[in-house]
């Protein structure tokens, strides 16, 4: 009873929470056409307002993260907490602590800009733009979201997406010069790849949660689709259902028209 009656109170009266981050910070990042990630340090970007003004933050749109990525996300800000967060980072670590992130954990995850209320001290930010008491900072250390990977172990070419869905992503790979391709999106079971479409290839994870593709000479564009096993099996009952339904509802159908038959030839 006490739960019911307060959850009915805060969904009548809820705490309205004023979004920080002015409209000029906005109009400044959408002036850039490139794709990228956007990160602030103590979470001045609703999830909602960022969906509105289509830019992409570096934590998602969920507050539920898989584990590989939670635990990332320690580097990705240079701050580490316990588990029992689902906001992230946590509302307790950038209120108490001046969050410095690491530049070059952030561009591998394509993220291009970071805003912070505070200084940022890694010399790889390069500020250029104040918005009240905000600051905007250029991460010089940014990499494409999909790219080549080389033989010396460093970042190639980009590798431009001609396709960028949730559940379906395509990178073109007419002009690699490498055999392995790198797309900046957390490692997942249910991705698979297809080498030009077709050839299905494994989706490596890298010691940074990102995906990895093995591609061959050949490979014009390779194509990454969600497709999880639970779907599968999912959409296979569902339809299995269906026909059992139309199947039943047919044998009622027929056995009552017989019926109806038969009455009427007496």
């Known amino acids: 009873a006490e739960m019911l009656a307060f959850s009915w109170i805060r969904m009548n009266k809820p705490i309205i929470v004023q979004e920080t981050i002015p409209q000029e910070a906005?109009?400044?990042?959408?002036?850039?056409?490139?794709?990228f990630r956007v990160f602030c340090?103590?979470?001045c970007i609703s999830q909602k307002l960022a969906a509105q003004n289509g830019l992409e933050?570096?934590?998602?749109?969920?507050?539920?993260?898989?584990?590989?990525?939670?635990?990332?996300?320690?580097?990705?800000t240079g701050k580490y907490w316990n588990y029992y967060t689902l906001s992230l980072p946590p509302e307790g670590t950038y209120t108490f602590e001046k969050i410095q992130p690491d530049a070059l954990s952030l561009g591998e995850f394509n993220v291009k800009y970071v805003i912070s209320p505070h200084k940022l001290t890694d010399n790889n930010?390069?500020?250029?733009?104040?918005?009240d008491e905000y600051l905007i900072y250029q991460n010089n250390l940014v990499y494409p979201r999909a790219y080549f990977w080389t033989d010396e172990q460093r970042p190639g070419e980009e590798a431009p997406l001609l396709k960028y869905t949730p559940n379906f992503i395509r990178a073109d790979t007419s002009k690699h010069n490498t055999t392995r391709l790198v797309l900046a999106e957390g490692w997942s079971p249910g991705w698979?790849?297809?080498?030009?479409?077709?050839?299905?290839?494994?989706?490596?994870?890298?010691?940074?949660?990102?995906?990895?593709?093995?591609?061959?000479?050949?490979?014009?564009?390779?194509?990454?689709?969600?497709?999880?096993?639970?779907?599968?099996?999912?959409?296979?009952?569902?339809?299995?259902?269906?026909?059992?339904?139309?199947?039943?509802?047919?044998?009622?159908?027929?056995t009552s028209y017989n019926l109806s038959k038969k009455k009427n030839s007496f």
């Not at 906005?26 to 794709?35: A, G, H, P, S, T």
């Not at 050839?199 to 591609?215: F, G, S, W």
């Open 125 to 131: 930010f390069e500020l250029k733009k104040e918005v």
């Open 57 to 76: 933050l570096v934590e998602g749109y969920n507050t539920l993260q898989q584990l590989n990525y939670y635990k990332h996300m320690w580097q990705l």
């Open 192 to 254: 698979d790849a297809f080498l030009n479409g077709k050839e299905k290839v494994a989706v490596q994870e890298r010691p940074n949660t990102l995906r990895l593709v093995d591609i061959k000479p050949d490979t014009k564009f390779v194509d990454f689709r969600y497709e999880p096993k639970s779907y599968n099996i999912g959409k296979t009952i569902t339809f299995a259902t269906i026909i059992i339904l139309v199947g039943v509802l047919l044998n009622k159908w027929k």
């Open 26 to 35: 906005y109009e400044f990042l959408n002036q850039d056409q490139e794709k």
């Open 41 to 43: 340090v103590n979470r």
